[in-house]
């Protein structure tokens, strides 16, 4: 099974960027499509983007589409989400996480594996 890393997030202000990454170990990470979601306090897990296995395909939700960037490196086991224009509602802790069987699934219980969330804060 794979293990997954984020890493990337901190403190920004409003209009700025973050590069968020996603580290697999223990696994052939081409085997899984990526996933990224967030949740902010007292709300629930959201999707945020997804990438297929290859990297060919990716998705987006309607919220970062145009602001937020997803891709992978199946050499380097990594995927990474870039997100500019950020917003003070994008604060949240954000995750990534691995699907054996779907590409660009929205629903977070059909993801096996996720990473520990890194915190993404956007405040002036």
């Known amino acids: 099974q794979v293990q997954l890393v984020d890493s990337g997030g901190g403190l920004v202000q409003p209009g700025g960027s973050l590069r968020l990454s996603c580290t697999a170990s223990?696994?052939?990470?081409?085997?899984?499509?990526i996933g990224w979601f967030r949740q902010a306090p007292g709300k629930d897990r959201e999707f945020v983007a997804a990438v297929s296995w290859g990297g060919a395909d990716t998705y987006y939700a309607d919220s970062v589409k145009g602001r937020f960037t997803v891709s992978r490196d199946n050499v380097k086991n990594t995927a990474t989400l870039q997100m500019n224009k950020l917003r003070p509602e994008d604060t949240a802790v954000y995750y990534c996480?691995?699907?054996?069987?779907?590409?660009?699934?929205?629903?977070?219980?059909?993801?096996?594996?996720w990473g520990q969330g890194t915190q993404v804060t956007v405040s002036s």
């Open positions: 223990g696994g052939t990470f081409s085997n899984y499509a």
């Open positions: 996480a691995a699907d054996r069987y779907y590409s660009g699934s929205f629903a977070a219980h059909t993801y096996q594996f």
